[in-house]
C-alpha cells in the first residue's frame, strides 16, 4: 500500500472509532481488518476507512456473527480503501446500503460517525502546540503555557470546569474540551502522571480524628 498522510495510530483511530483502544488492537490481532486497511511498519496504523469498519463490526457484535460481520466488510472493502474525510460531504451523498435476502446495513451512519470524530481530533491537534523554549517542549494549548495532558488529567480526576478555569483564566470552554480530546488520542507514554492542579486548585488533606468515647 502506497504510503498515506492521514494513518491513524490505535489511540487516535480509537476516539475517531468511538471504541477502547484495547478493542483497535483486538480487530488487528484478530485479522478483522482486510489487508491493506493496518499498517505495522513504525507502530501500528490504521486508514480512515478501517475506522469505519471498526466502528461498524463492533456496533453489529449484537446482530451479526463475527463471520457476517467480517463478510459484510469484505462487501464494502473496495469503497472504503481509499475513503479520505476530508472527502465526506460527496461520501456522504452515496448509498451506502448493502441488502442481502434475510438482512439489511446501511453504513452511513458508521461513515458520519467516524467522519465526525476525525474532524475533532484534527481540530484538538490544531490547538496544541510543541516548542522547546516553551514548557522544556511539553505540549501546550496554543498561545499559552498550559500543559494539554494537564488540563485533560484535572478533568479526568473529576475537577469542575470552573475550578479549572479559575486555575487556567486564558482557557475557554472549547479550549478544555480539546485538551480532553487531545489527550485521549495522545496518551502520555509510560506510566500515567497524577493530576497536575495550578494555583487555585489546591488538594485538600483529610486527617481522621479518633472520636472520643465516655468512659
Not at 478501517?50 to 461498524?56: E, K, L, S, T, Y
Not at 472493502?77 to 476530508?86: A, T
Not at 451523498?93 to 470524530?117: H, I, K, M
Request: hydrophobic letters at 40%; a positive charge; glycine letters at 6%.
Amino acid at each position: 500500500m502506497a504510503e498515506r498522510t492521514d494513518l491513524l495510530r490505535p489511540p487516535e483511530a480509537a476516539f475517531v472509532s468511538g471504541i477502547a483502544v484495547k478493542a483497535v488492537d483486538r480487530a488487528i490481532d484478530e485479522h478483522v481488518l482486510p489487508e491493506g486497511f493496518s499498517v505495522l511498519d513504525d507502530g501500528r496504523r490504521l486508514t480512515p476507512g478501517a475506522c469505519v469498519m471498526i466502528a461498524f463490526y463492533y456496533a453489529a457484535a449484537a446482530t451479526f456473527t463475527p463471520g457476517l460481520r467480517k463478510h459484510i466488510l469484505t462487501r464494502f472493502e473496495e469503497r472504503l480503501r481509499h475513503v479520505e474525510f476530508s472527502q465526506y460531504s460527496a461520501l456522504s451523498r452515496q448509498n451506502w446500503t448493502l441488502d442481502e435476502e434475510y438482512w439489511s446495513v446501511d453504513l452511513a451512519p458508521f461513515l458520519a460517525r467516524t467522519a465526525c470524530g476525525y474532524e475533532r481530533l484534527r481540530e484538538a491537534e490544531a490547538e496544541v502546540s510543541r516548542d522547546a523554549a516553551v514548557m522544556r517542549g511539553a505540549e501546550v494549548l496554543r498561545g499559552t503555557r498550559v500543559p494539554v495532558h494537564d488540563v485533560a488529567a484535572s478533568v479526568g480526576a473529576g475537577e469542575p470546569i470552573g475550578r479549572i478555569r479559575d486555575a487556567y483564566p486564558s482557557l475557554t470552554d472549547r479550549q478544555i474540551e480539546l485538551a480532553v480530546i487531545y489527550a485521549t488520542a495522545h496518551p502520555l507514554r509510560g506510566r500515567p502522571r497524577g493530576t497536575v492542579l495550578s494555583a487555585g486548585i489546591r488538594p485538600v488533606e483529610r486527617k481522621r480524628v479518633p472520636r472520643k468515647t465516655a468512659g
